[in-house]
Each structure stands twice: as C-alpha cells, then as structure tokens.
C-alpha cells in the first residue's frame, strides 16, 4: 500500500545513477512543494506523462516546486542505464531524475505503481497520491492547491 496522507517525505538514498543532478537528499526539498514522479521505460502511459512533467517544471519551479522523477524497473529489461539515459535525452527531461535499479526508493515509499506522483507540501507531509494511466491529468490541479497553500502561509 502506497503511502498515507500527512505521511512525511520518505529517504531519497538508494539510486544508482543520476542525470541532473548530484544526489538529492530530503534536505533538498526541505521547506519546498516536492511532487516525486516514478516512471518506467516499459510503460507507455508512463512516456506520454514526461511532457507533462517537464511542463510543471518549466511552470512552477519559478514558484518553489522540485520535481524528482524516478525510474523504478519493471522488468529486466529496465535496468539497463543506456536504455533509461537514452528516453531521459529523448523526451528533454530537464528535472533530477534518479535510476532506482535496487527499488530503495521505491520500497521507502511503498510504490507499487507507474506512472505514480507523490506531491509532499512544504512542510514535507504527503498532500497527494496519483497512478495510472490517466494520473497526470488528476495531478496538476492539486500542484496548483498546494502552491497556492505555500503563497497564503508566506503571506
């Protein structure tokens, strides 16, 4: 079972490889909206959801939200770095992303599901939990909610 509402922000240590980025610890995302995307190259819902996110990065980095995206194997196939690197290049994927070939990551938040999105508030407690095909569409107005959140409590 995934994560539970209010549940704070899971370890980040584990990944094998990173592109973006050096290693992200949870202090990097303290005090900021984080959304943690987990995807795989073998889900094609997964791929369509990519131009989304690097969408929500270009709109509402300016406005404090990190982005993290990992990349959890389905099957063997998708534990081949080159493969992974070559999708990251392909579809312009300009956030930290992280290959998590060991599933630390995935097993610290109990993920079970790609695509998936984990948007914690600035306080670092989960405000929302999406997956499957249609999720990316569900996300975004909750990333709008939880900004607007932000904005009201710097008030």
């Known amino acids: 079972m995934p994560l539970r509402m209010d549940s704070k922000l899971p370890s980040l240590e584990g990944g094998t490889n990173w592109f973006n980025s050096t290693p992200l610890t949870n202090e ?6 984080a959304l943690v995307h987990f995807w795989a ?5 997964c791929k369509e959801s990519l131009p989304d996110v690097n969408r929500w990065l270009d709109t509402y980095a300016p406005q ?3 982005i993290l995206s990992v ?3 389905r099957q063997e196939s998708d534990t081949n770095v080159e493969a992974v690197t070559e999708v990251i290049k392909e ?3 300009k956030q930290p992303c992280v290959i998590d070939n060991w599933h630390s ?5 109990e993920n079970k599901y790609v695509p998936a999105f984990y948007l914690f508030d600035t306080e670092g407690k ?3 939990f999406q997956a499957g095909e249609k999720s990316a569409k569900m996300v975004e107005p909750v990333i709008q909610r939880v900004l607007a959140q932000k904005e009201t409590a710097s008030a």
Do not use: E, Q, V
């Open 71 to 73: 990349h959890m194997p």
């Open 105 to 109: 990551i995935t097993d610290a938040f």
């Open 41 to 45: 190259i073998s889900c094609h819902s």
């Open 64 to 66: 404090g939200l990190k």
């Open 28 to 33: 990097d995302f303290a005090g900021h909206p």
């Open 91 to 93: 579809y312009g994927m």
């Open 126 to 128: 989960l405000r929302h």
